[in-house]
């Protein structure tokens, strides 16, 4: 596995409640390049609780979104938002789970629409969620005119 440089670290008006690392509040994620996945790990916390103990699943969505828009911004090479989120919850998400995995890869590409698909494991190898995304990809002229640059290496 490759961690991902994150190339807006250090922008001073960057502050991504999924990914800024210094959001007070935020998720903190970083990524990894895992072959043709992008794979970040997050410890649960209370505070993101929706009832006692377990994770609420707006941020569960939020997890597989992020996860998404990093697939985008890696593997395309652009920016882009999202269009669809259809989050399958499959089992609950404990807020005392010592580390969940999310992993999201390409399915398929439709002109500047990206299908994505993303699983959350808990601790113990299980899929407690699974979604679909689509995202629509930006031109990079579109892209690099609201501050995005290339990953490169």
């Known amino acids: 596995m490759k ?7 250090g922008h001073p008006r960057y502050n991504c409640f999924a990914c800024a690392p210094n959001n007070p509040i935020g998720l903190h994620l970083e990524f990894w390049e895992d072959g043709d996945d992008i794979v970040t790990f997050w410890k649960p916390q209370p505070q993101f609780q929706g009832w006692i103990d377990t994770l609420h699943g707006g941020i569960m969505s939020t997890l597989i979104d992020e996860t998404c828009g990093w697939v985008v911004t890696t593997k395309m090479h652009t920016n882009g ?18 580390e969940l995995t999310v992993r999201a890869h390409i399915t398929e590409q439709r002109r500047n629409l990206l299908f994505m698909h993303a699983t ?16 629509y990809l930006m031109s990079a002229e579109k892209a690099r005119e609201i501050g995005f640059e290339s990953f490169g290496d």
């Not at 938002?81 to 010592?98: E, G």
């Not at 959350?120 to 995202?135: F, K, L, Q």
Request: charged share 25%.
């Open 3 to 9: 961690k991902i440089r994150n190339p807006w670290r």
């Open 81 to 98: 938002f999202t269009t669809q989120l259809n989050i399958r919850f499959k089992k609950a998400v404990s807020t005392t789970d010592t």
């Open 120 to 135: 959350i494991t808990n601790s113990n190898g299980d899929m407690c969620v699974e979604g679909d995304v689509v995202y």
